[in-house]
């Protein structure tokens, strides 16, 4: 998996893939992202920090949301 890809979990629940620390590369670690809709709310949680993040985020988020 890469950086970006999106894994559906369950029909309410999203992973969306970080990357580990490169310190080799002074690359920082991007955290994986779950993104989980309770009923009228969408709960996101760790948020990746590149710009590889924005458009997983956003697409799940439109999917899952209430």
């Given at each position: 998996m890469a950086i970006g890809d999106v894994v559906e979990i369950d029909k309410l629940t999203e992973l969306i893939?970080?990357?580990p620390?490169?310190?080799a590369a002074l690359q920082p670690d991007v955290a994986n992202a779950i993104l989980h809709r309770a009923g009228e709310t969408l709960v996101l949680i760790d948020t990746g920090v590149t710009e590889a993040f924005r458009l997983p985020l956003l697409e799940s988020a439109e999917r899952l949301r209430p």
């Amino acid at each position: 998996m890469a950086i970006g890809d999106v894994v559906e979990i369950d029909k309410l629940t999203e992973l969306i893939v970080g990357q580990p620390f490169d310190e080799a590369a002074l690359q920082p670690d991007v955290a994986n992202a779950i993104l989980h809709r309770a009923g009228e709310t969408l709960v996101l949680i760790d948020t990746g920090v590149t710009e590889a993040f924005r458009l997983p985020l956003l697409e799940s988020a439109e999917r899952l949301r209430p």
